[in-house]
C-alpha cells in the first residue's frame, strides 16, 4: 500500500531533550515536505526536500533540522526543543516538486514539549 | 505568509444541503488543490484545479477557479453526515522550489 508513515504518533517531552520525528514513503516520491498544523494558522512548511541531499527552508524553519540521505527517508530534527514547538507535525510527500503536484500526507505527529 | 485564505472559516449545515467554502489567494499560480482532514489526522488530497481551467468536477465535489479574482470555490452536493471535516485550498506557484501553499481552512460540520 503507498503511504507515508511517521513515528512517533504521539510524543510528550521536556524542554531541551533532543528528538526525532521520523518519515518515511514507500512511492518513489522525489519531493518531501514537513509541516507543522496550529489552531488557526493551518499548515505552516518547516522545511522541504526536492531530492535526495537537497534540502530548503520553509515558512518556519527555526529551532527544527532535516537530513535527506536517502529518497524514502525524511527526518525532523528538534535539537533543543522548546514549548512553543508543542503541535501537530505532518510528513508529506510528492512524485516532484515544484509544479505542485498532488501531496500525500503521514498520520500526524502530536508533539508536546513541557 | 499565507497564499490561500479560505471563507468561511466554519460552516454547519443539515444533511442534504450543499456546501460552499471559497479560497482567495494574491500571486499568480500554476493550479490550486483542495485538500480534506477529518479531526487530528492528515490531509487527503481532493482535486486539483489548473490555472488554465474554470471549472472541475470529482463525484459530488464541484470547484471554479477564476484566476481574474484570484479565488476558487469548492461545492460539496448532497452533503452527508461523513463529509465534516476542515477543507483546506492549497496553491502552487508558477515560480519557485516550494510546491504548495495552505490557507488556514474551513471547518464543515454536516448535521445529520
Known amino acids: 500500500e503507498a503511504q507515508v508513515t511517521q513515528n512517533p504518533r504521539y510524543l510528550i517531552t521536556v524542554t531541551g531533550k533532543k528528538l526525532t520525528v521520523t518519515c518515511s514513503q514507500n512511492?518513489?516520491?522525489?519531493?518531501m515536505s514537513w509541516y507543522r498544523q496550529d489552531p488557526g494558522l493551518g499548515l505552516r512548511q518547516i522545511y522541504y526536500?526536492?531530492?535526495?541531499?537537497?534540502?530548503d527552508k520553509g515558512d518556519v524553519p527555526e529551532g527544527y533540522k532535516v537530513s535527506r540521505k536517502e529518497k524514502r527517508n525524511f527526518p525532523l530534527i528538534l535539537e533543543s526543543p522548546s514549548p512553543n514547538q508543542t503541535s501537530l507535525y505532518f510528513c508529506?510527500?510528492?512524485?516532484?516538486?515544484?509544479?505542485?503536484?498532488?501531496?500525500?500526507f503521514g498520520p500526524g505527529t502530536r508533539l508536546t514539549v513541557l | 505568509s499565507q497564499q490561500g485564505e479560505e471563507d468561511p472559516q466554519a460552516l454547519s449545515i443539515q444533511e442534504g444541503e450543499n456546501a460552499t467554502m471559497n479560497c482567495s489567494y494574491k500571486?499568480?499560480?500554476?493550479?490550486l488543490q483542495w485538500y480534506r482532514q477529518n479531526s487530528g489526522r492528515g490531509l487527503v488530497h481532493l482535486i486539483l484545479?489548473?490555472?488554465?481551467?474554470r471549472e472541475k468536477h470529482s463525484g459530488r465535489l464541484r470547484v471554479t477557479l477564476d484566476t481574474s479574482k484570484k479565488s476558487s470555490s469548492l461545492l460539496i452536493t448532497a452533503s452527508r453526515a461523513a463529509d465534516t471535516a476542515s477543507y483546506f485550498c492549497?496553491?502552487?506557484?508558477?515560480?519557485?522550489?516550494?510546491?504548495?501553499?495552505f490557507g488556514s481552512g474551513t471547518r464543515l460540520q454536516v448535521q445529520p
Open positions: 526536500s526536492m531530492n535526495v541531499e537537497v534540502t
Open positions: 508529506a510527500s510528492s512524485l516532484q516538486g515544484g509544479r505542485g503536484n498532488e501531496q500525500f
Open positions: 500571486t499568480s499560480i500554476n493550479n
Open positions: 484545479i489548473r490555472s488554465n481551467e
Open positions: 492549497a496553491t502552487a506557484m508558477d515560480t519557485g522550489r516550494r510546491a504548495l501553499t
Open positions: 512511492m518513489n516520491h522525489e519531493y
